[in-house]
């Protein structure tokens, strides 16, 4: 969780977001609501965001899952990088964040491109295989619980197409995951979950330096 890119002075902080990320009137007003949120460091920061709809655009992406869906910044900024007739999958546990979300999408104009799915993320990605969505995917990002993310990712395989790119956020975990006396679930599986697909065949895979780190996987 993290709104902003770790280890970065306050003044290099607002230069990046004002160097690099080009926002949406509607876009702003959702990022700044987090600031009175009692949970508004759950919301991704605006040059992740920023960089992953770069990556959308790249990539000619038109089917995109989100799991985790707070109150909508990231799936807005990702619903907008897509086509008129793409579509992003948001998934969340928490009915009030996907209502609250869906209010700034409709505000954003991008609702009708947005397909919510309320319920544990695992049922979810089963559900998509089941509606025959393997290997359809472009795009999966994750920013969900920690303990479960390699078994998003695993699902995520089979929903991706080649080429196709998974993006997992919090891989530094606010620095912890080199803190040797941090052995809390979140930190351990995310340690885990770095070792193994850091060496998986399967994937190109790298982790870069951006707001509380994020981990790219491309299936090859």
């Known amino acids: 969780m993290s709104r902003e890119t770790i280890g970065l002075s306050e003044t290099m902080q607002a230069w990046l977001v004002a160097n690099a990320v080009s926002e949406t009137p509607v876009q702003k007003a959702l990022r700044d609501s987090a600031a009175d949120h009692a949970h508004g460091g759950m919301q991704s920061a605006p040059e992740q965001v920023q960089f992953m ?3 959308l655009k790249a990539i000619d992406a038109r089917l995109v899952i989100e799991i985790g869906v707070f109150t909508g910044y990231s799936s807005l ?4 990088a897509l086509p008129p007739e793409g ?7 928490d009915d009030g964040y996907l209502s609250e979300a869906a209010t700034w999408w409709a505000r954003g104009g991008v609702q009708e491109r947005i397909d919510p799915r309320f319920g544990p993320a695992e049922a979810t990605l089963e559900t998509l295989l089941e509606e025959g969505l393997g290997g359809q995917v472009d795009f999966i990002y994750i920013d969900a619980d920690k303990t479960a993310s ?9 929903l991706l197409r080649p080429g196709g790119l998974v993006a997992i956020d919090n891989m530094f975990r606010g620095g912890r995951v080199v803190d040797a006396t941090a052995d809390d679930a ?3 599986a995310t340690r ?13 895979w790298c982790l870069l330096p951006v707001a509380d780190g994020l981990a790219l996987a491309r299936r090859r």
């Open 77 to 80: 900024g990702m619903a907008l």
């Open 87 to 93: 579509r992003l999958i948001a998934c969340d546990v």
């Open 186 to 188: 979140s930190t351990v």
């Open 53 to 55: 709809q770069v990556l």
């Open 192 to 204: 885990a979950l770095a070792s193994k697909w850091s060496a998986d065949a399967r994937v190109d």
């Open 150 to 158: 390699d078994r998003y990712c695993e699902l995520g395989m089979q």
